[in-house]
């Protein structure tokens, strides 16, 4: 780490200066404010909309220290300038870890406001980058990676996972899940792609999301007075079938993720899919 790293103005890449309320722009004169002692980096925020203080704290708290992703840890162990996108609550509070999110969800957890699209660092300015479950919410996530690739030194590296088989989730909104080729091919452009694959830092419980449907379903019909008996008798017994099949499920998804016994099965129904990739030198 050689010093905090610079906010830029996400409009026109100027270094920005601090303000008593915030940051200005000498460049193109736009002002930024801060939520909450946040700054907000975002070009005309509405900051009533990206406060979720109040309504939105439903996310919980994490440590990305703690999650057992080996290329997280390999950068916080080499002492990386890192940028998370989309923090949330990560409690991880570090001078070399740089924590933005598109929303304020507690002021203890984030370092500052800055949209995906339009990232308020210079080019080069970290070593490491890194989102979990963000690119799903993103409008047009090859811009995102365009800003990666921007704001990372050439050889620096990234992590991103991405939903894959996920229901509708998510504040503001769910655009794109992904595949393994469509998250691999984000990132091809400006990167060397080292690992793309199912990702076993999801919960697996999420791949049960299809047979939660079905069971609701089921028991609807079962209890449906007005059925005719052997369809509520069928209802049953699905929903039955349904509840022993989720539990022997779950037990079986870790031992999945290993190959090669079930994994081709397995990549057909991950909840989530990840990508390592290394940032190309510039030509
Ligand atoms: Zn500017």
């Given at each position: 780490v050689t010093g905090p790293i610079a906010f830029c103005c996400p409009r026109c890449h100027t270094t920005l200066a601090a303000?008593?309320?915030?940051?200005?722009?000498?460049?193109?004169?736009?002002?930024?404010?801060?939520?909450?002692?946040?700054?907000?980096?975002?070009?005309?925020?509405?900051?009533?909309?990206?406060?979720?203080?109040?309504?939105?704290?439903?996310?919980?708290?994490?440590?990305?220290?703690?999650?057992?992703?080996?290329?997280?840890?390999?950068?916080?162990?080499?002492?990386d300038r890192i940028?998370?996108?989309?923090?949330?609550?990560?409690?991880?509070?570090?001078?070399?870890?740089?924590?933005?999110?598109?929303?304020?969800?507690?002021?203890d957890h984030l370092d500052l406001?800055?949209?995906?699209?339009?990232?308020?660092?210079?080019?080069?300015?970290?070593?490491?980058?890194?989102?979990?479950?963000?690119f799903e919410h993103l409008h047009s996530p090859w811009l995102a990676a365009k800003e990666i690739a921007r704001v990372l030194r050439p050889g620096g590296s990234c992590y991103t996972l991405a939903a894959f088989q996920q229901p509708l989730h998510g504040y503001p909104d769910h655009y794109f899940n992904a595949t393994e080729s469509g998250l691999r091919r984000l990132f091809e452009d400006d990167f060397e792609v080292q690992e793309a694959g199912p990702s076993r830092f999801c919960p697996h419980r999420q791949s049960l999301e299809p047979g939660l449907r079905m069971r609701e379903m089921a028991r609807e019909l079962?209890?449906?007075?007005?059925?005719?008996?052997?369809?509520?008798?069928?209802?049953?017994?699905?929903?039955?079938?349904?509840?022993?099949?989720?539990?022997?499920?779950?037990?079986?998804?870790?031992?999945?993720?290993?190959?090669?016994?079930g994994y081709e099965s397995w990549r057909r129904i991950a909840p989530a899919v990840e990508v390592v990739a290394v940032r190309r030198d510039a030509r």
């Open positions: 303000t008593p309320t915030g940051h200005a722009c000498a460049s193109c004169t736009t002002a930024y404010d801060a939520l909450a002692g946040v700054p907000v980096l975002v070009p005309d925020a509405d900051l009533a909309a990206i406060d979720l203080r109040e309504t939105g704290g439903h996310l919980p708290t994490y440590d990305c220290a703690g999650m057992g992703i080996p290329s997280v840890d390999a950068a916080l162990a080499r002492g940028l998370e996108l989309g923090a949330g609550l990560d409690s991880h509070r570090a001078e070399n870890v740089v924590r933005t999110d598109a929303f304020v969800y507690g002021t406001v800055a949209d995906a699209h339009a990232l308020p660092f210079a080019a080069g300015s970290f070593d490491f980058v890194f989102s979990l479950a963000v079962r209890d449906d007075a007005t059925a005719p008996w052997r369809t509520r008798w069928r209802a049953r017994r699905l929903d039955r079938a349904l509840m022993t099949a989720g539990q022997q499920f779950l037990q079986l998804a870790d031992d999945m993720t290993r190959r090669p016994v």
